[in-house]
């Protein structure tokens, strides 16, 4: 960014700093910058973020989104706009929350919405689609020289061993083999890389979870796969290569390994927050309970409350970061 220089007088000397009009409270003496890690970015006069519709050359991405201290990101587009109306109320932000504008409106691949220090984002569905707005948002935090930002995933979720409605916050996410780990295909060659989460973030949002009402939640590992069907053990899909049987004993191993959850995106949003050191957190509904079924038999509106409590959790934690819960 170069020509470019921070201004660096929102910051005071009792550990508060502004930021969009909210003041965020904590020790702010060794500010911790985004970083990527990919030398060749560095040699490159643009970098067009293809799926956001946003470029360094032609946006101003430090004016836009430098304040960024929160992203919360979720697989659908409705809800991640609903989550953005939602955390504008929250926080008490002016103007009408019906009138956010979609930052990518320019393409039809995600939804982005700005409120104050929170970015709402969504991902799409499964680790391919997750993984292209990872890049894209890592690269994009770092070009807006955003520092101490705490990335969120918030969706829903097949719950082991858990009522439906129970909120997991992922201690580790795991393959399906349940290995904390995420295996990548790069240049033919499998490269594995750690999928732990911040274990201060997760505390956090436990003790955020005991401050509220009907918002029942654990700490538990949290399977992702690459499918929605076989690879979570259903019997409902287009094909089905094993028994109920099988699909309990399997069921049944997970959960002995901590799983409480499977969903199909934690490992790769893990890895790849882990490898740039950002802290983050999956924070996901159990819809159902695997042991009884694939497919959510309750009424409409109690899957809305459900989907509800992920969005809930995550902004109690944002308003007590924001100094607005003391």
Request: aromatic share 8%; with cysteine.
């Amino acid at each position: 960014m170069s020509g470019w220089k921070w201004n660096d007088s929102s910051r005071s000397c009792n550990g508060t700093e502004k930021i969009s009009g909210l003041s965020v409270h904590g020790n702010f003496q060794n500010k911790q910058y985004v970083q990527v890690k990919n030398p060749y970015l560095e040699t490159m006069e643009e970098d067009i973020l293809y799926h956001f519709s946003l470029s360094t050359k032609t946006h101003n991405l430090p004016e836009m989104f430098g304040d960024i201290k929160f992203v919360c990101v979720g697989g659908s587009t409705n809800r991640m706009k609903a989550f953005a109306q939602f955390i504008h109320q929250e926080l008490k932000q002016p103007g009408n929350p019906e009138d956010l504008r979609d930052i990518c409106e320019g393409t039809d691949r995600y939804c982005m919405y700005k409120v104050g220090p929170v970015l709402s984002i969504s991902h799409g569905m499964g680790v391919p689609s997750i993984s292209i707005m990872l890049h894209e948002l890592i690269k994009l935090l770092h070009h807006a020289q955003c520092r101490d930002v705490i990335l969120f995933r918030l969706g829903t979720s097949g719950g082991v061993g858990l009522a439906p409605g129970t909120v997991v916050i992922t201690d580790k996410a795991v393959d399906y083999s349940f290995r904390p780990q995420f295996e990548q295909v790069v240049l033919g060659k499998v490269i594995t890389r750690s999928t732990e989460l911040d274990e201060g973030v997760a505390s956090e949002l436990l003790q955020c979870s005991s401050e509220l009402q009907n918002v029942p939640t654990v700490i538990g590992n949290t399977m992702c796969t690459h499918d929605f069907y076989e690879g979570q053990g259903r019997l409902d899909g287009a094909l089905c290569s094993f028994s109920q049987e099988e699909k309990l004993e399997y069921l049944r191993n997970a959960y002995d390994a901590g799983v409480r959850n499977i969903e199909m995106e934690s490992t790769v949003f893990a890895a790849m927050c882990r490898v740039c050191g950002l802290k983050a957190a999956v924070v996901c509904v159990a819809l159902l309970h695997r042991f009884e079924g694939g497919q959510s038999t309750a009424p409409h509106d109690v899957l809305v409350d459900y989907q509800q409590r992920p969005q809930v959790l995550v902004s109690h934690f944002i308003k007590k970061r924001l100094g607005q819960i003391i």
